[in-house]
Structures are given as C-alpha cells and as structure tokens.
C-alpha cells in the first residue's frame, strides 16, 4: 500500500475545494466557503500499471490560495508526491499566475509531477494554449480543462497524477 501527500494550489476561488469534494464525495456546492489554513482529505485508489493493480492511500491537501495580501506557505507544500495547479478559465489573472505557483512547487519540492487543471470549463471563456508551458517545464504531466460543477475531467486529473506518482514510488 502507497500512501502519498499531494497539494492543489492556486489563487483563491478557482475552484479547489470544489474539486476535491466532488473527487471525494461527489458533492459539489454553489456557495463560496474560503478554506483557512488546510483541510486534509482521504481517498483509496487502485490504480492499474502494466496489468498489476496497486493500491494507494492519497493525502489530498487543500490549502488556502493565494490573494493579493496573502502568499501561499511553502510549507504545506513540503512532503508532497505530486501538485495541481488549479485555475479559474473565467479570471485571467488567474491563467497569468502560473508560472508563479510553478516556481513555487519546483522551489520547494523539486522535479514532481505537475497537472495543470482549467477548471469552471462549464462557463464560457477564452481558449487557453499553454503549450510553451509544458516545454519549459517538463514536469507537467497533465493539462486539462475541468468542471467540478459537471463532474468532467476530475477523474482523469487525479488518475494521471497517480499514475505517474506510483510509476516514481515504484
Ligand atoms: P477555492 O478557493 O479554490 O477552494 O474555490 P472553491 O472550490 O471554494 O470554489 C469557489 C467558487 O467557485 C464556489 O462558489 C464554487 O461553487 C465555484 N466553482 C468551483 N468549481 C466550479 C466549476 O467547475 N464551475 C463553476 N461554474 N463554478 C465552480
Ligand atoms: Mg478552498
């Protein structure tokens, strides 16, 4: 059994917690709770690799996010296996801020495994190419567009980051 930590970050309001909960839970809630601190959630997972099945406990860390005033604390990203980075399609700023919470993971948890998460891809936005991206940073595993309102994605998200961890762990 693998038991491993990983951290989604981003600015506040794009949409962590929601993903969580409806990987988790399969709940999502239109009202805007803003997480204080952490909130740490559990899931057991299978994941298949070359015909064998593993099993593995993830530690979902869900932080605080980034505001004008408010840096995130490098700290709750120490120990981790692997990050989501989580943006909101609908908020610009939010797409501009990726590199910032890019330097942020390599600086404090160096070559992990990286998925980048468009979420709110239910509402209407700009097309987003984050091409140039994934060439400079070779650790981005994943990118896609989500919805944690829709359930879309989220499974995959979460499946591709795994699947990479345990493949490290292994
Ligand atoms: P966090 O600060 O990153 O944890 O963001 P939350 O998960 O608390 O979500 C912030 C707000 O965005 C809440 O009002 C959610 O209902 C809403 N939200 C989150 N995910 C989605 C989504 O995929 N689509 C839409 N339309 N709204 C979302
Ligand atoms: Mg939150």
Sequence with gaps: MFNYKIV??????????????????DSF????????GVSISNKT?????????YTSNTMIWDIEGKTEFKPILSHYLSG???????VDVTRKNTINLIEEHLILCEKT???LPICIALNKSDSEHEEIDLINF???????IFITKTSAKNNSNIEKLFKALSEKIIEQLL
């Design 8 to 25: 989604l970050l981003g600015d506040f309001g794009t949409g962590k917690t929601s993903l969580i909960n409806r990987y988790v839970d």
């Design 29 to 36: 809630r239109e009202e805007y709770l803003s997480t204080i």
């Design 45 to 53: 997972i299978d994941t298949l690799i070359n015909n064998k099945v």
């Design 80 to 86: 981790a296996k692997g990050f989501i980075i989580v």
């Design 109 to 111: 948890e160096p070559n």
């Design 134 to 140: 994934k060439k400079l940073y070779p650790n981005i």
